[in-house]
């Protein structure tokens, strides 16, 4: 059955539990960081971190907010780093999942091409040529598992289930966050698998919190 996740930011305190769980489970190593006088550690997606919270201060209706954004791979419908590929050995679509797999024959794959195709910049290479990102958590999935980050989250802005019962999900969320910010918006809801709600308008997040052309990528 086709899966998705819900990703309600609205409710996200970046314990960052979700990003210690993906890590624990997929067997990375922790990042090298230096202080860089804010909160946010690691500075960005690398080879090993596939599960990251941005943390953004914005100044909105003259008040200060944290904008936390438990970023990852959105596990397109349609895949433009899968399209671009042309290599179903290195990069395929579980078909009953609907995960976005990257496998070891991405070392032969030209990675700034691949990198530079995804509207989220997620995909991230690592010194010996690999690419790497969130895999959805498809081994715990395909044994009737939720995924590490999912399972952890103890706010209720991760979830996961069937792609139908998540839009619903979303939608009905959407409806009531709404009534407090009018800005409220699902981020490219029939193009992902994992949809975002977010209070303000997604560049407020993430420069990539949300695919602007995504009508382009898609014709690709
Ligand atoms: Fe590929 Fe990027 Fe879409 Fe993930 S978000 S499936 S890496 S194009
Ligand atoms: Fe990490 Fe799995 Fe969550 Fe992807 S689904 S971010 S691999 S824990």
Known sequence: MSKGFFIDTTRCIACK???VACKNW??????????QGDLQNPPDFTFTTY????????????????????????????????????????????ENTGAVVYTAKTQGLKAEDIIGVCPYDVPRRGKDGF???????????????????????PTGTLNFGDLEEMRQMADERLKKVKLT????????????????????????????AAAFDAQHWKAR
């Open 26 to 35: 997929n067997r990375l190593p922790a990042e090298q960081t230096k202080n």
């Open 131 to 153: 690419l790497a990102k969130c895999t959805m958590c498809n081994d715990r999935v395909k044994n009737g598992m939720e995924p590490a980050c999912v399972k952890t989250c």
């Open 51 to 94: 599960k990251l919270v941005r943390m953004n201060e914005e100044i909105v209706d003259d008040k200060v907010n944290w904008l936390f954004f438990p970023d990852q791979c959105r596990h397109c419908l349609i895949p433009p780093c899968l399209l671009w590929a042309q290599n179903t050995e290195a990069i395929y679509q579980d």
């Open 181 to 208: 910010y009018p800005d409220a918006r699902l981020l490219d809801s029939d193009d992902v698998r994992v949809i975002f709600l977010t209070a303000f308008a997604p560049e407020k997040y993430h420069t990539h």
């Open 17 to 19: 539990a979700c990003q």
